[in-house]
């Protein structure tokens, strides 16, 4: 079947583009030029860096093979500087342990990006009609229809409340059991609507859909995204040239923590791997961290893209 040019119109504005490619200039003496981009979705971020670095290498990890065929064509012409991989981040080591090559950056941006919400059809957004499911990899079981209609009451009222620091997390969770006991639960608008029920009118938030934490928890629980994170981020500096650097770029409060806190570790050269509060580490730094509070978008940036409001970016140098 021939390819529909049209399908593959760009949607995703890459975030904070204009601190990545700062930051991505100071690390090009370091290591053997490689970038990792971990997060490859429509490449915006890797289309940047190799036209910017014209001696860069790209190794991109995306999970999702249906969006890494749209980056793929997308980035033609750079076939020779980039090397895709359809595979979850959290197995970086899987990869790089292969490679003899000391890496230059790793860069992450997290979260999904804007075609999932507009145009995978796969449930991300609460005001389609769509099914739900939220599987970024379909080779996994595990989807948001078998959330919403087969998981026990209090496991979801336990992510809601977990992943989407939802404080109606109970009686949201109750309503859905209740609901899902006349008729299953099948797209993604009538999750949102049963959500919004559950919500009382004056505690909604204005501009922001009752269900939006409600989604976010069930898409980090389909995809084991916290975990993913934890993992790669605990592997990453292994394969990195002295000064070489880690971005990443997070989209909430979970996402970051996790940065933070394994930043700290690093820096730390902590080996106990006791949460940061507990841990006593005095070992010898791995990394310096290279922005003591987050860096967020411009006021030009949050202008033009209102989907950068949240991104919060992080980064440390391998010393
Ligand atoms: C915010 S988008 C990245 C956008 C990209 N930087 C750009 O500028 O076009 C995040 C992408 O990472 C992918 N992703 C999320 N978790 C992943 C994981 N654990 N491993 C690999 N890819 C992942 C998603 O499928 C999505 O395409």
Known sequence: MRHNVEDD?????????KEVLKFAGKVQE??????????LGEGGHSKLLLETYKDLRIIAFERDPEILEIAKRRLEEYSGRIEFINDNFADIEGYLGTKKQKLSG?????????????KSGRGFSFTG????????????????????NKYPENKIREIFWEYGEERWAKRIAKIICERRKLKSIETSDELADIVKSAIPAKFRVRNIHPATRVFQ?????????????RKSLNDAHKYLAT??????????????????DQFRRLAKGCVCGLPPQQCMCDGKP??????????????????????SRSAKLRACRKV
């Open 9 to 17: 119109k760009i949607v995703h504005k890459p975030v904070m583009w």
């Open 30 to 39: 370091a290591g053997d030029n490689i970038f990792a981009d971990c997060t």
């Open 106 to 118: 790793f860069l992450y941006d997290f979260g999904i990006s804007s075609y999932h919400f507009e």
């Open 129 to 148: 009609n769509e099914p739900l499911d939220m599987r970024l990899d379909k080779r996994k079981d595990l989807n948001a229809y078998y959330i919403a």
């Open 217 to 229: 928890a069930i898409r980090i629980e389909v995809n084991d995204e916290l975990n993913s994170i």
């Open 243 to 260: 000064g070489g650097m880690i971005i990443a770029i997070s989209f909430h409060s979970l996402e970051d923590r996790i940065v933070k």
């Open 286 to 307: 791995l990394v310096e961290i290279l922005t003591k509070k987050p860096f967020t978008p411009s006021e030009e940036e949050l202008e033009e893209n209102r989907r």
